[in-house]
């Protein structure tokens, strides 16, 4: 029951932003982003305090130390990787976005070989170089490309990937789930977002709040927390294919939705280009990354 429960949340929280940005016109991703982690740094705290859905927080040694050599930098690729990915929207079709995606593991690849903490080997060189073919086929086929949008995307990749490389450097298998993540990051993100936020929207976004209504803006959040909270419900339901399987339906599903909501156009190369990243894809998470 968790994995289309969590299928529909992830789709639901891409399209309702995107419905923020392009059809009501808030173009103000540093402030979305920004009130989604301060929702999230609220929302993790109550239920802290009211279930037992935190109690992993206790099994967190968390020292000044750690916090400021751990959680502070991969706050900052957090952060960044969140602005950029929702910057994206602003320019790029949410169909093309999700194929730009297929990508990350790639980044992820490049990042372990660079810094050393992965050898790479000859079937993940095939796995890279069909992710690669593959997006650069859809890129190819975009009836749309922005090259500014195109690079934000790919900048939000690098950032993302980093994050994750990070955390594997920097906590050294410390496991935190989704939660208990959010519960030391959201904070963290949060104020990093509204140290930017005079520089890149300024006041611009408060002044639209009107507009957009309290109660599109507390729904949204509202989505975006509880794809959290049913992530820490979908590990350990179902093996690694069926969770790989799950992503995969989730951002075909995406695509479709984009299509038929917003009259995205895809072309038959770009559906053949991103079936072959998604092959590599499946196969990437098949190998574990090894």
Request: charged fraction near 10%.
């Amino acid at each position: 029951m968790i994995i289309p429960v969590w299928i529909v949340l992830s789709s639901a929280v891409i399209i309702y932003n995107n419905y923020l940005y392009n059809t009501l016109a808030f173009k103000y991703p540093v402030w979305l982003v920004t009130w989604h982690l301060t929702f999230a740094a609220i929302g993790t705290r109550v239920l802290q305090r009211t279930t037992h859905l935190l109690d992993g927080v206790k099994d967190v040694n968390m020292t000044k130390d750690m916090f400021v050599k751990s959680i502070l930098p991969i706050g900052l690729l957090f952060s960044g990787s969140l602005i950029l990915s929702n910057t994206a929207y602003l320019y790029l079709s949410v169909s093309y976005i999700q194929m730009l995606k297929a990508f990350n593991p790639v980044a992820i690849l490049l990042i372990s070989w660079t810094f050393r903490i992965a050898e790479p080997n000859r079937k993940l060189a095939v796995i890279v170089f069909m992710i690669s073919c593959g997006v650069a086929l859809a890129s190819h086929g975009e009836m749309h490309f922005n090259l500014f949008g195109f690079l934000i995307q790919a900048a939000a990749v690098a950032f993302e990937a980093s994050r994750l490389v990070m955390i594997q450097i920097l906590l050294h298998g410390l496991k935190m789930d989704p939660l208990v993540s959010l519960h030391y990051y959201a904070p963290v993100c949060a104020a990093i977002n509204l140290l930017a936020l005079p520089f890149t929207e300024g006041l611009a976004p408060f002044y639209e709040l009107a507009r957009i209504g309290p109660l599109i803006l507390l729904s949204n959040a509202c989505v975006a927390f509880f794809l959290n909270v049913a992530a820490v419900f979908l590990v350990g339901v179902g093996s690694g294919l069926v969770l790989t399987l799950a992503g995969v339906f989730k951002d075909i599903l995406l695509i479709t939705g984009s299509v038929l909501i917003f009259s995205s156009a895809i072309t038959p190369l770009q559906i053949f280009g991103y079936a072959i990243a998604l092959g590599g894809l499946i196969l990437f998470k098949q190998s574990g990354g090894k």
